[in-house]
């Protein structure tokens, strides 16, 4: 470039140089100025036609030329046909990903910030129904409409998958996964769980129908225990030990058939069936005199710090139930003359409400897995508390079922809380939060 940028200065150089020469020859300055127009009119000409050939959509055969301007086209072409080839390679990558995208059997979604549609691939339009001409660049919640799913984007929490029927046929299951990425975009994958769905589905009722059907024989063999050790004489007492014991042991699976039901309810119906303003003083204050009455015999000091006025939007029995384990729990691992104390309070995060013991304490290693079903870190507890095994699980469920999540603070032979955190939706004093 620089000696093609040489050249043309000599030219010019030249050029100057010989209409100078023609000037003095006829003792005029016309050649002078006829030289430089020349030069001028050359420039302006190549100028346009550089101009032409860039708007042009190819930028294939540039305008022949010579000098500096031959070398500008010879250079833009190379320029032009080194990022014609970086598209071309781009294009090919996009092509084979939206192929293997499209051969995929999981449905693969992409919206903007604004939650819009971008992109699809065949799955969704077989899943969703998606249709190219209409729907891109609709809003996605415009297109699966199941309030479930239009609950799940806009809490933004994706940390657990989301089921729901398919938009196009309601007997397949899909699970959603979203992955954030870029600038609030967002990537939701689907699959078809209906397979996995009906097996769970299969397991809830054989374990609610099971239950369901104990009861009977229970309530039968109850009713023959309790007339057996009412008649029975007072010197059999080693018959009269059995039969206490069979009487524990069928009053301990009379309580396992209901939590075991409960459970079943808390999975198997839609949560917020039922919405109250509940009062949760005058429920807390039955519950204190409930633990004092079956823990009558360990002489604990139960504090009730609960403001009188305290309400929330939730479903009585099932917050009855949650609330009634984990007071029942603080009573049974709690030793004589200890203290539990429950609280409740609200801020601007919303309602909480805690249990907290100096009893027995819990080996932190085994708290996240306390809420499993019959989880239980020291099985010897068992026979000594008489508990089903369920209380925490009955609890996790149903503070799931009203948007609230289980805290759980505990150390060996120092006491445990137990809290469970509501959100600020579910205060009474929100006016829009009040509902039948
Ligand atoms: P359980 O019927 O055995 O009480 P839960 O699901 O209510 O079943 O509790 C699971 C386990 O968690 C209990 O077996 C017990 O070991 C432990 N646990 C629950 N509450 C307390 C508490 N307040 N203090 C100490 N351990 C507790």
Request: proline share 4%; charged share 20%; hydrophobic share 40%.
């Amino acid at each position: 470039m620089k000696a093609s940028l040489a050249k043309e200065v000599n030219r010019i150089a030249g050029l100057i140089f010989l209409a100078a020469l023609a000037a003095l020859a006829v003792g005029h300055t016309w050649p002078l100025l006829v030289g430089l127009g020349g030069y001028i009119i050359w420039s302006t000409r190549q100028l346009f036609a550089l101009y032409s050939w860039l708007v042009r959509d190819d930028h294939t055969e540039p305008p022949d030329s010579i000098g500096l301007w031959g070398e500008f086209y010879t250079r833009l072409e190379h320029l032009f046909q080194k990022e014609r080839r970086a598209q071309e390679n781009l294009q090919g990558i996009i092509h084979r990903a939206q192929q293997s995208v499209n051969a995929l059997d999981d449905v693969v979604i992409l919206i903007d910030q604004h939650g819009y549609l971008e992109y699809w691939n065949h799955a969704a339009e077989r899943a969703m129904g998606f249709n190219a001409s209409q729907d891109l660049g609709q809003p996605l919640t415009n297109l699966i409409r199941h309030p479930r799913f239009t609950g799940y984007l806009s809490k933004g929490d994706f940390q657990d998958p989301l089921e729901i029927p398919s938009p196009v046929n309601d007997n397949r299951i899909l699970q959603f996964r979203v992955t954030e990425f870029g600038i609030g975009e967002q990537l939701l994958i689907a699959r078809d769980v209906t397979r996995l769905h009906h097996l769970e589905q299969m397991r809830k009722d054989f374990v609610a129908n099971v239950s369901h059907e104990l009861k009977t024989p229970l309530t039968v063999l109850k009713g023959y225990l309790e007339t057996l050790l009412d008649t029975l004489p007072e010197e059999q007492a080693r018959l009269r030990r059995a039969l206490m014991q069979m009487d524990n042991q069928s009053n301990r699976m009379e309580a396992l058939v209901a939590d075991l039901l409960l459970l079943a309810r808390l999975e198997g119906t839609e949560a917020d069936s039922v919405r109250q303003a509940v009062p949760v003083h005058g429920m807390l204050n039955r519950m204190k005199e409930n633990a004092l009455a079956i823990g009558s015999d360990k002489d604990h000091q139960i504090e009730l710090d609960v403001p009188l006025d305290a309400r929330l939007i939730a479903n009585p029995a099932e917050l009855e139930s949650a609330f009634g384990n984990l007071i029942t729990n603080a009573v049974k691992y709690t030793p004589a003359n200890g203290t539990i104390r429950i609280r409740w309070w609200q801020d601007s995060c919303g309602a909480h409400f805690s249990v907290t013991d100096n009893g027995i304490g819990i080996d932190p290693a085994h708290i996240p897995r306390l809420t499993e079903r019959f989880y239980r870190p020291d099985n010897s507890r068992v026979t000594e508390t008489g508990g089903t095994g369920l209380g925490l699980a009955i609890v996790k469920h149903v503070m799931i079922r009203h948007d609230g999540r289980l805290e759980i603070v505990s150390e060996l032979s120092k006491g445990s809380t137990f809290t469970c955190h509501f959100p600020a939706e579910r205060l009474v004093s929100k006016p829009t939060a009040v509902a039948g």
